[in-house]
């Protein structure tokens, strides 16, 4: 099993201190994770100042440094074609055009994304690139995704106290973040913003019954 990883979710789960949890809620070891080649410019910048901006502490840079060092980055993508044809589609950014031929073109593959435009987008062309559609088909872990995995792996004591200490929260953490959260309350919310992509997700067993159909 190979995971494929996109810098938005290698971010918000450093940010979160997940990333060490990370071989514990795909199922895989962190030797099977691939980043794109680009990944640790992007996200550690060499000025000092935009470095910290773009991670919002100094433990967040020591996660993603520690991170980007273990992993491998993705190999060269062969499916030109279909790296050609996925492109036609508005919405899905380059990086993430390549991560999912990447995840398509190998059956032993899971995609971890935060990018939720991007598989909206392929819900809507699903006629014009249906191989796309069914190749994601019970093999991505969202954000969100990745957080109700963590609920049922880690806990919501655990989780709860990851998540108040998240330096930049984003715009879903930020409606139920607080420090009398309920663990309801997260679930619910998690919920709501994956249910959309519920076709996509892998892990069934570890989620929620209402992401399972």
Known sequence: MIVLADNDIIQKLAQCDLLDSLPELIGAPIKSIFVSSTARYQLLPKNPDKLLAKCGNE??????????????????????????????????????????????????????????????????????????????????????????????ILGFAVLKQKLLACPKPDGVLKQVLRPDMAEQSLRECLVSYTREASVFLARKDRLPDELRG
């Open 59 to 152: 433990e967040t840079v020591i996660r993603l440094t520690k991170f980007l060092d273990a992993v491998k980055d993705i190999p060269e993508i062969k499916n030109l074609e279909l790296l050609s044809r996925i492109a036609e589609i508005p919405d899905i950014d380059p990086g993430e055009q390549q991560l999912f031929v990447a995840c398509i073109c190998d059956d032993n593959s899971t995609l971890i994304t935060g990018d939720r435009k991007a598989l909206r987008a392929v819900i809507s062309g699903k006629d014009r690139v249906p191989e796309v559609h069914a190749g994601l088909i019970d093999r991505v872990i969202t954000f969100e995704s990745a957080l109700l995995l963590a609920l049922d």
